[in-house]
């Protein structure tokens, strides 16, 4: 790791707010409802399906994660009646996770019923390992309720590949990403080619147990890898979608559409979009050199 690199690492959090807002219209589509409206009417119509995400996480407050709620019941509303795609994705510690999982699953059965109701589909994201058990136990108990709900596993996770043989018998929906939260080492792979092969690995195990796979990467050879698989096991295009975040990459999005393969945007948009770009800023660190230069006075 080079002094910059180090510098952009630790540095982040001394960013002025305005700066980082500068760079966080790239990834978040506004603070309102409206904003992301527009946003999804836009990729809707450049071809790609779309997820939305109401910002917010590790709520405290039983208000707050019930006005979380309330604004998701909102959200499938509004993109019901502007013939919108009816995809979302919610974080169960918005949802009062830490509060109980009881409470939260009343939070999330609320959503899903509507989302029934609607025809919608209910993505439950998954956060750090403290979090994996009750989010698969949430997405098992929604399943009952509604076949249009969909898990996330990250690829860094030593357990990933048991979790999938433990889904499969569901047909499950699962997203599939490398994983951004810092973990200890007994519980997630430590390497980059590690966690890469472990990626192609969960892919390949999810297609050919019959589940429903989203590709959620934006690494070139992954993006490869994904193809390659659904190519040699004869998967339809029914079957999986590739997905990238707001912001990332536009061109590789357009060049996984023409090469013929479904791809949908994460679209998140809300009043806490700034942990959501500090986190987005650390992961990426070119984008995060920019900020860092620009705070400097640097070329």
Known sequence: MTVFDSLVRYGMPLVPKF?????????????????????LRSLNQQGAMTTVDVLGEEVSKTELAEDATRQYLELLEALDREGLDRNISVKPTMLG????????AEQVMTIVRRAKEL??????DMEDHTCTDATLDLYRLARQEWEQVGVVLQAYMRRTVADIGGLLELEPNIRI????????????WPDFDVIRANFVYAVEKL?????YCAIATHDTYLVWAGMQLVDRLGIEPERYEFQMLLGVDPQLRRIIMDSGHRLRVYVPFGRDWYPYSMRRLRENPTVARHVMRAMLGLR
């Open 207 to 211: 297609l050919e147990g019959g589940a």
């Open 177 to 188: 990403c490398k994983g951004i939260y810092r973990e200890p080492r007994d519980v997630a």
């Open 119 to 124: 025809g919608a589909f209910v993505r439950i």
């Open 97 to 104: 996770l830490k509060i109980g999982q009881d409470f939260c």
């Open 19 to 39: 700066i980082v807002g500068r760079v966080a219209r790239r990834y978040v589509a506004g603070t309102s409802r409206d904003d992301a409206i527009r946003m």
